[in-house]
């Protein structure tokens, strides 16, 4: 296709008489509205920065950055605090289980493998039971 037909060709000629430039490309008038929007960006935030060396995407970094300092202090107070929770759950549940060497989750774990012992308990039950009845109803073999 020529550069001359199609959609592309007329977006040029388009181009051309709207800007009155002979030499006018494909996309100069985006690039000219990105420039625009740029540039008044920068200066909106000169402006509201007072600094003259702004560029676009400093508020968004200075942000950043507060927003992970703020993160990594609060994941240090939670650390602090969630070491703190275990020491007083382990404390707790020393003197509800009357035994010094319990630990956080212990009665848990005990529990669950109570119930997991009692699933095996009750899972060989029923296969014992279907054994039994499948054997009661097969025919003897008679030899």
């Known amino acids: 296709m020529s550069e001359e037909g199609g959609l592309k060709g007329f977006a040029n000629k388009l181009g051309k008489k709207v800007t009155g430039k002979d030499d006018y ?21 000169k402006e509201i920065t007072g600094d003259e060396n702004y560029q676009v995407g400093d508020l968004t970094k200075k942000a950043a950055d507060v927003v992970a300092k703020e993160a990594a202090e609060l994941a240090e107070i939670a650390a602090k605090d969630s070491k703190k929770l275990k020491e007083a759950a382990d404390a ?13 989750g212990d009665v848990t ?35």
């Open 109 to 143: 774990k005990k529990v669950a493998g109570k119930i997991a012992e009692t699933a095996v308990n009750d899972a060989k039950k029923v296969a014992e039971y279907l054994d039994e009845a499948t054997k009661a109803q097969l025919p003897k073999n008679e030899e």
């Open 25 to 45: 490309q494909f996309g100069d008038i985006s690039k000219k509205a990105a420039n625009v929007v740029k540039e008044g960006a920068t200066q909106l935030g």
């Open 92 to 104: 707790a549940g020393k003197i509800i289980t009357e035994d010094e060497d319990y630990e956080f």
